[in-house]
């Protein structure tokens, strides 16, 4: 069965920068991309970025287009996001998962994670 550990959130000023990680395991979501979500306080959770693991092609959600980038590494399965000049808009607990075709559509596949909090003061 395929497991996600999410890490890397904290809390941060705006304008700060974070790194997240997602490891996977089990199956890993073979022929699947993979991509992060957030789910902010009353909202409903929302698709950031995601990214093909044998290309490497990225698609982003508008939000946060030029600011985050979704990376890779298949030798150790694992998925990172890395965002830049974070805004309070951007606070949310961020999951990752696999992401159904096409990318575009941002579909989440698969169980959720426990997620990792993002705090971004003003």
């Known amino acids: 069965q395929e497991q996600l550990v999410e890490s890397g959130g904290g809390l941060v000023q705006a304008g700060s920068s974070l790194r997240l990680s997602c490891a996977a395991s089990?199956?890993?979501?073979?022929?699947?991309?993979m991509g992060w979500f957030r789910q902010a306080p009353g909202k409903e959770r929302e698709f950031v970025a995601a990214?093909?693991?044998?290309?490497?092609?990225?698609f982003y959600a508008d939000s946060v287009k030029g600011r985050f980038t979704i990376s890779r590494d298949n030798t150790k399965s694992t998925i990172d996001l890395q965002m830049n000049s974070l805004k309070p808009e951007d606070t949310a607990v961020y999951y990752c998962?696999?992401?159904?075709?096409?990318?575009?559509?941002?579909?989440?596949?698969?169980?959720w994670g426990q997620g990792t909090q993002v705090t971004v003061s003003s």
């Open positions: 990214i093909v693991r044998s290309s490497g092609f990225t």
């Open positions: 998962n696999a992401v159904g075709w096409p990318l575009s559509k941002g579909t989440p596949i698969g169980p």
């Open positions: 089990g199956r890993t979501f073979s022929g699947y991309g």
